[in-house]
């Protein structure tokens, strides 16, 4: 690699050849201040200015995000000069923004804020002007926009078109009406949004915010009548920790059951049960295909986000859609019918709360054929983020860190470490092949890692011989790259037998209702990474790790469903799909 000297406040440093000021910075233990820019974002503009410095015998301050370094470059980062233009740019966007702070979601964790208080910028000495009339919308189930709020970063445009090629939003008007809205100022809720949350994700400030859903919560534990139930995906357990100061990857499992215990659920359960009983669903049906004909390649469907985005953008592979519902769904249908009959309560009665990675779960809950129990009565009546419930946990007074390890509820909370590894992109490919491969052979697998689909590329194959079987396999993250997979599949140029696809980049670990982290983290940390670990971690800690070797989860099949992919499985824990429109 060919690197170029160069001095950042006189001090001596190398760097990459092409590296950016921003990156050489860093490496030398400066941060740089950055509004627009995020590394996971190919279109860099430079939009903010807060990241301009001095460069000796340039003319103007110049953008460290996208300046490259050259030898011999002089860099200052903290002139007078350089700290009087990014407070007065940060005071130039603080006089059109909405400074109503101490009710906004986000006042804990904004970056806007964060700078405004590390500048000595205020209210009192920020520009006045008139604030710009912007439309907000609330009209979607998952998400919020409010644009009194925004600083016209562009990081959700970028994220929404490049990382998930969907491009639902753009900036339209000019000069002081800039805004960011969809296509015509079309509604959220009537636009081809896929509901993953990744805008939300890399929004500074609290311009887009999931839709909070805690008041539905606090009402259903102070109901008397309800029998309320909480069930937590993988990855939260992964994250949750962050919002109480702890290192990000730390694996809170037996605090988080704690608190849930603590706020006063009847019921704390694993969702990873669920996964262990997606699996066997999935792979039988899986195996079916490959011996009796069927669509092939089959592509799993315990991602809500991507299951949206196939229908709008390539109905033509509605058909390989596994037919399975998500773990969220499968637990809240098994909730209320074998939980209810096991208890012996009345489906009506049970309050089923889901604890995801994730705001397009908000969206799935709403999903027609999600209803096991009989019409009316939805498999899961409400699903918060890892960010929502660490709300909750907040107003509680509860002190997480100080909270004695606890076990989730056998009744629906035993999982195997397949189960576990669901919130990393390729673990459900993982979990089903430790599963497919045994059922397959009759032997058992040894070892159980499928080290080939681990890691966070975003586009991963492999191809195994298993007895007179190829199985050929892809599992891919984001679905702008989900979207190039199947182009390829279409075009004839890949053949696969079965696919994985999660929305988000990285997979659940990664999803828009996970802790945010700010950009100087999320630049040049790689977050998706350590979270994973942390399952990875669990995995292979566990006693059990496979799907089909869950003692509870053969319990299920022997006292209620009889067997994987029979009918009465098939009428609780499988769904169907539908075109979808392209509006706009």
């Known amino acids: 690699m060919e690197m170029v000297n160069l001095k950042i406040n006189n001090v001596p440093c190398k760097a990459p050849a092409g590296a950016t000021i921003l990156e050489a910075a860093h490496e030398i233990g400066i941060t740089i201040p950055t509004l627009c820019y995020l590394k996971e974002i190919q279109r860099v503009n430079g939009a903010c200015r807060v990241c301009v410095v001095e460069v000796k015998g340039a003319k103007n301050l110049l953008p460290a995000c996208v300046y490259p370094v050259s030898e011999g470059m002089e860099v200052f980062t903290n002139t007078p000069k350089v700290q009087a233009a990014r407070k007065t740019n940060l005071e130039l966007i603080l006089s059109t923004h909405n400074q109503d702070c101490m009710s906004c979601v986000r006042s804990g964790d904004c970056e806007l804020l964060r700078l405004c208080k590390q500048y000595g910028v205020d209210k009192s000495n920020s520009f006045e002007g008139v604030l710009p009339e912007r439309q907000d919308d609330y009209s979607a189930p998952h998400l919020l926009k409010d644009n009194s709020k925004c600083i016209i970063c562009r990081r959700c445009i970028s994220t929404c078109a490049e990382n998930q090629g969907v491009g639902v939003i753009n900036v339209v008007e000019r000069g002081f009406n800039t805004h960011i809205a969809c296509a015509f100022e079309g509604k959220l809720v009537?636009?081809?949004?896929?509901?993953?949350?990744?805008?939300?994700?890399?929004?500074?400030?609290?311009?887009?915010?999931?839709r909070d859903d805690t008041d539905k919560v606090w009402a259903a534990l102070g109901d008397p009548t309800r029998h309320v139930i909480v069930q937590t995906a993988p990855s939260v357990r992964a994250a949750l920790g962050e919002e109480f100061g702890l290192p990000i990857g730390t694996n809170v499992q037996g605090k988080m059951v704690a608190a849930l215990r603590r706020l006063g659920f009847d019921g704390v359960f694993d969702t990873d049960f669920a996964a262990d009983m997606t699996i066997m669903e999935e792979a039988t049906e899986f195996l079916h295909r490959m011996k009796e004909g069927g669509p092939l390649p089959l592509i799993t469907s315990c991602s809500p986000g991507w299951v949206r985005y196939c229908e709008t953008f390539h109905p033509d592979f509605i058909p390989n859609l596994s037919s399975c519902k998500s773990p969220q769904q499968?637990?809240?249908?098994?909730?209320?019918?074998?939980?209810?009959?096991?208890?012996?309560?009345?489906?009506?009665?049970?309050?089923?709360?889901?604890?995801?990675?994730?705001?397009?779960k908000k969206l799935e809950i709403g999903r027609d054929d999600q209803c096991a129990a009989g019409e009316g009565i939805p498999d899961v009546d409400v699903s918060i983020t890892t960010r929502e419930l660490a709300r909750m946990i907040h107003r509680s007074g509860l002190r997480f860190n100080d909270l004695p390890d606890e076990d989730f509820d056998p009744a629906m909370g035993e999982a195997s470490g397949a189960g576990h590894i669901f919130g990393a992109t390729?673990?459900?490919?993982?979990?089903?092949?430790r599963t497919a491969v045994e059922t397959l052979t009759g032997q058992e697998v040894q070892p159980?890692?499928?080290?080939?689909?681990?890691?966070?590329?975003?586009?991963?194959?492999?191809?195994?011989?298993?007895?007179?079987?190829?199985?050929?396999?892809?599992?891919?993250?984001?679905?702008?790259?989900?979207?190039?997979?199947?182009?390829?599949?279409?075009?004839?140029?890949?053949?696969y037998d079965f696919i994985e696809v999660m929305a988000c980049p990285g997979g659940c670990v990664n999803g828009g209702g996970q802790p945010i982290q700010p950009a100087p983290v999320r630049n040049f940390t790689d977050i998706k990474a350590l979270r994973a670990k942390a399952l990875y971690d669990q995995d292979e800690r566990s006693a059990i790790r496979k799907s089909h070797e869950n003692l509870l989860v053969k319990k299920v099949y022997v006292e209620f469903l009889g067997q994987p992919g029979s009918k009465k499985?098939?009428?609780?824990?499988?769904?169907?799909?539908?075109?979808?429109e392209k509006l706009y």
């Open 190 to 210: 009537d636009s081809t949004c896929i509901g993953c949350g990744q805008c939300i994700n890399v929004c500074p400030t609290g311009a887009l915010v999931e």
């Open 569 to 580: 499985a098939h009428e609780i824990l499988h769904t169907h799909y539908q075109k979808r």
């Open 426 to 433: 390729g673990g459900v490919m993982e979990a089903a092949l």
């Open 330 to 360: 499968m637990f809240g249908a098994l909730s209320k019918t074998y939980y209810a009959q096991k208890m012996g309560l009345d489906p009506r009665d049970i309050y089923c709360v889901s604890v995801m990675p994730c705001t397009a």
């Open 448 to 495: 159980v890692e499928f080290e080939a689909v681990r890691g966070t590329d975003a586009i991963k194959e492999a191809t195994y011989q298993v007895e007179d079987l190829t199985l050929r396999i892809c599992v891919v993250s984001g679905t702008a790259n989900a979207g190039k997979v199947l182009d390829m599949v279409r075009k004839g140029e890949k053949q």
